[in-house]
Structures are given as structure tokens and as C-alpha cells.
Nanobody, 126 residues
Framework: QVQLVESGGGLVQPGGSLRLSCAASGRTGSRYSMGWFRQAPEKEREFIAAISWSAGRIYYADSAKGRFTISRDNAKNTVYLQMNSLKPEDTADYYC???????????????????WGQGTQVTVSS
């Protein structure tokens, strides 16, 4: 079992920045990829970014390229999502997720992730 807890969400003005964190506990001795997803009201959950265990491979959705940066600190069992130049359309609940299939996998598919956090809300509004 892996427990994931997101933090760092909140209200920010358009053009502002937020840094989300996702703290993992449980099977922290395992090596796994991590992903960030988001779900806006009345929309399906969508992929934002994924990072391999070593952080040597990173994968972004087109909507995140150039504005969002995913990173991880394995010593702290934490994954981050730095979000810059935020837009009102970035308003959503943001979720981190763990893919326990192994270090060679890096996926943008929701079904490939076995563990999910409870989400943190991000609102971009003036």
C-alpha cells in the first residue's frame, strides 16, 4: 500500500504560481513512477505530467508544457508540481498518483496508476 497526500493548492490570480506537493508513505522502499492529474468541474480527469523513479524521464501533457514542471525528491518521498503562468482554465482538483508497475514504466493513462491521493483544489481567479 502507498498513501499519497497532496498539499499546496489554493486561490491564485491569473498569471500567478503555485507549487503542489505530494508526500508518499507506505511502500517507500519500492521504486515507482509518479504522475499528476487534474479534474475540473464536470470534466474528466486528465493527465498533466509523469516522472520516473530516477527523474531521468519526464512526460508532460501538451497543456502543461512550458508552464508546469514536475520533480521529485526521493529522500523526502515527495513529488512536486510547479505551476507558473496559471490561467483560469487551470482551475481544478489536482491529484498525484503512483504507478507501481516498475521503473521502466512512464504513463499518462489513468488506468496505469494504482494509488491516488485525495486531491488538492486549485482555483485561478481574479
Amino acid at each position: 500500500q502507498v498513501q499519497l497526500v497532496e498539499s499546496g493548492g489554493g486561490l491564485v490570480q491569473p498569471g500567478g504560481s503555485l507549487r503542489l506537493s505530494c508526500a508518499a508513505s507506505g511502500r517507500t522502499g519500492s521504486r515507482y513512477s509518479m504522475g499528476w492529474f487534474r479534474q475540473a468541474p464536470e470534466k474528466e480527469r486528465e493527465f498533466i505530467a509523469a516522472i520516473s523513479w530516477s527523474a531521468g524521464r519526464i512526460y508532460y501533457a501538451d497543456s502543461a508544457k512550458g508552464r508546469f514542471t514536475i520533480s521529485r525528491d526521493n529522500a523526502k518521498n515527495t513529488v512536486y508540481l510547479q505551476m507558473n503562468s496559471l490561467k483560469p482554465e487551470d482551475t481544478a482538483d489536482y491529484y498525484c498518483a503512483a504507478d507501481m508497475r516498475g521503473i521502466y514504466y512512464l504513463s499518462g493513462s489513468i488506468s496505469d496508476y494504482q494509488y491516488w491521493g485525495q486531491g488538492t483544489q486549485v482555483t485561478v481567479s481574479s
